[in-house]
């Protein structure tokens, strides 16, 4: 991905449940026709607009505007850990803690 229309519209169609550009643009407060030419590189979302995009993804603004944070670049080059991190963004603190204390549980066993 080499440009932030192409990210934006990779991280929308990352996220689990799929977003529709209209879920997006209601989440930013903005017509879906504004953030669909942010999408096609028509327009480019001003810097309050990118500070919510990119919390709304978590994802920083460098990673938004030029594609090269190495953490959050291998982050989000795996589709499954991008899918997993969207499904505990809204997760329940006692399933994540369970999620962890499993993962803990794993790398143990596998010393």
Known sequence: MSSLSERLKWLRNAHRPKLTQQTLAEELNISRAT???YETGE????????RILAKFHNVSIE?????SCNYYKS???NPKITSLRFELKNAPSDKIEELIRFWEFIKARKK
């Open 63 to 67: 990673y938004l505007i030029t594609g």
């Open 35 to 37: 953030y669909a030419r």
């Open 43 to 50: 327009n480019e979302p001003d810097i309050d607009t990118l």
């Open 75 to 77: 982050l989000l080059d």
